[in-house]
């Protein structure tokens, strides 16, 4: 067994580009922040999205990456992401785009929560920013008029971002659909399933109401501080997307009124004709409601918002400005395929990797490394007790969809913690073989003889009542030092 990620320095030169640290690594590519520089010492911040290695000879996701640049770059919009730059360094593709200084709503949300309810205000004026980029989009036409039906089909928390200036973007068209896209690719239903559009889920047709109705789903959770459709398996929340059954926001949050409960119920209709017809017709109504009901919010507000938040984190950890002890689970997998006498594989090791980014996604982990047929995936927000059994819900599911295709399934869960940078979200140099990282991966290589999800006992702890464990044995690490392991039965 190959062990993942290889310790990688910055600054490094990469074409006309210095990559300055690595942001986030996906199913299809990787994200640095990025330095360029031009004449008289001119340096710009941009954001260098790069496709990965094992998908670089790849020409279905070389084709859906030039699509998303294709399709990003003719939406000039203030509250969408701008891309500067389609090009090639050496073997890797690439686009250029624009820093965001600031932080995702998902990061944002879950910084807000200890301090209570997030604003109505904000919430109502974010979901008008986002409302005036689909707009655009969705009514966009190519250079001789014809209209290109752009569908974003990934409006989520983690791809609305909030800059430090109080600015909204949406980013991310990696899986967005077009008119001059080929039918094969509207075929293949990509994304994260709790924010799909019932017709979404279903492989259907689809038109801007799709974006309106993920768009409403990323309003409930931010009124109610609860998922809407996100349950502990796949099946079960495509299961309560396809029904769309939607409670009253009004029984987790009295303060939300009849007129704005109505607004959202129609934005989540579960039909896409008795939904807001589009983008704009939207718009106004959430204007609308906001001037009769006094929710007045602006940038400068949004702004403060989030002064506050990273301003009060800096101020509880005086000691600490850079980095704070924050608890994380992390779970290693590895795909191998078995001998030729038992299975063959159905498919390359490239795609069952972006088939698993979708359910990740879903799981709400992050994937800090990714190679061919491997991944890190931590969890870093919310309550430990859920975070793990996210991850052992993820790792069943994992298991269950590398099988399908042919291949074995390694898998190590450890909980523990780590010193993450405050601003970034991540450890300092050497993290990958430190603390759960470094025992993640080793059970994983473990796991390899086992075919089972190999954990920790505080990890069965936790996960007692909802998944049977079993005790595998005592095992020595680090010289003197012992665990107990449990395997997933």
């Known amino acids: 067994m190959r062990w993942l990620g290889v310790c990688v320095e910055f600054p490094q030169q990469f074409g006309d580009y210095t990559l300055l640290e690595r942001i986030a690594t996906g199913g299809m590519a990787e994200v640095f922040r990025a330095r360029a520089e031009g004449l008289a010492g001119f340096e710009k911040i941009v954001v260098i999205k790069r496709v990965l290695d094992s998908l670089a000879s790849d020409p279905e996701f070389i084709g859906l990456f030039v699509d998303e640049a294709k399709i990003a770059v003719r939406l000039l919009h203030v509250n969408i992401v701008q891309v500067f730059e389609l090009g090639r360094a050496g073997d890797h593709h690439y686009m250029a785009l624009e820093f965001v200084a600031g932080l995702d709503m998902a990061r944002l949300v879950s910084k807000s929560h200890p301090r209570g309810p997030f604003p109505v205000a904000l919430a109502l004026f974010v979901t008008c920013e986002v409302l005036k980029a689909l707009d655009f989009a969705h009514s966009r036409c ?239 927000g919310g309550e430990v007790p859920d975070r793990l059994a996210a991850a052992v819900n993820l790792a069943v599911t994992l298991k269950k969809t590398t099988r399908k295709k042919g291949y074995r399934l390694a898998a190590g869960l450890a909980p523990g913690v780590a010193r993450l940078h405050q601003t970034t979200g991540r450890p300092g140099e050497g993290w990958e073989l430190a603390g759960p990282f470094y025992l993640a991966r080793w059970m994983m290589n473990l796991s390899a003889h086992r075919g089972r999800l190999l954990l920790t006992e505080v990890g069965a702890r936790h996960v007692e009542g909802k998944h049977a464990t079993e005790l595998l044995g005592r095992i020595s690490i680090l010289g003197d030092r012992f665990i107990n392991l449990f395997e997933v039965a």
Not at 189 to 201: D, L, N, T
Not at 324 to 339: D, G, K, R
Request: aromatic share 6%.
């Open 142 to 380: 190519d250079d001789e008029g014809r209209p290109l039906h752009i569908v974003h089909c990934d409006i989520s928390p983690q791809n609305m971002l909030i800059s430090f200036a109080g600015e909204v973007k949406i980013t991310d068209f990696g899986i967005s659909r077009a008119a001059f896209q080929a039918s094969s690719v509207h075929d293949v239903i990509r994304g994260k399933y709790a924010y799909m559009s019932p017709e979404q889920v279903e492989g259907k047709p689809l038109d801007g109401r799709s974006d309106l109705f993920s768009l409403g789903i990323v309003l409930f959770e931010l009124l109610t501080g609860r998922r809407l459709f996100k349950r502990e398996t796949r099946e079960e929340t495509i299961r309560r997307v396809r029904q769309a059954e939607v409670p009253s926001p009004r029984t987790y949050r009295p303060e939300v009124s009849e007129d704005l409960e109505a607004l959202l119920l129609r934005a989540l209709a579960r039909r896409p004709s008795d939904r807001f017809a589009t983008a704009g017709e939207m718009l106004e109504a959430v204007g609308q409601l906001m001037v009769r009901e006094g929710h007045r919010a602006t940038n400068s507000d949004l702004a403060a918002f989030v002064r506050r938040l990273t301003s009060s984190e800096a101020e509880s950890t005086p000691d600490k400005p850079e980095f704070s002890a924050t608890a994380i689970v992390a779970l290693a997998v590895e795909a191998f395929a078995p001998p030729r006498s038992l299975s063959t594989p159905k498919t390359t090791l490239a795609r069952l990797g972006q088939e698993w980014s979708a359910l990740i996604a879903d799981a709400g982990g992050q994937i800090w490394e990714q190679d061919e047929g491997g991944a890190l995936i931590v969890w870093t």
